[in-house]
């Protein structure tokens, strides 16, 4: 019985880790938007980006448990609802967030603005901590 539940314990810690992740898609640091989009994801978190007037921004983060900040910045202008997707390669555990939420900005304005996503729970029990639970990217517009 103990060896029975230390495999379910090990079996949704480890869907919670690759779910939690990436799949490799995304930005890097700095940078810009290609063809007038950029898309993000956690690989961003915590980096500046440059932008131009009229481009759009993509922000994909891989795990259903995240919910963006509403942004202050007239540069930063949402223009779609929150999508949230499930993901298919989790292995169905329940309460593990797999899947993905994408939020879409358009660049309104010149500016600096941020965007900004926080999370409590990083899977089923697992409460999220410091760079876990916060992400961000500020967004310089000319």
Known sequence: MRSTRA??????????????????????????????????????????????????????????????????SLALQPFAPVATAAGNNCGHVIGTGCGTVTASYNVGHVGTGKLQAHRDSCGEALRCVGKDADWSVTVVAS
């Open 7 to 72: 495999l379910v314990v090990a079996a949704c810690f480890a869907a919670v880790a690759g779910c939690a992740g990436t799949n490799g898609a995304g930005s890097n640091a700095g940078d810009q938007a290609t063809n007038g989009t950029l898309n993000l994801d956690e690989k961003a978190n915590g980096t500046t980006v440059h932008v131009h007037l009229g481009d759009t921004i993509i922000v994909t983060l891989h795990n259903t448990y995240w919910s963006f900040l509403p942004t202050a």
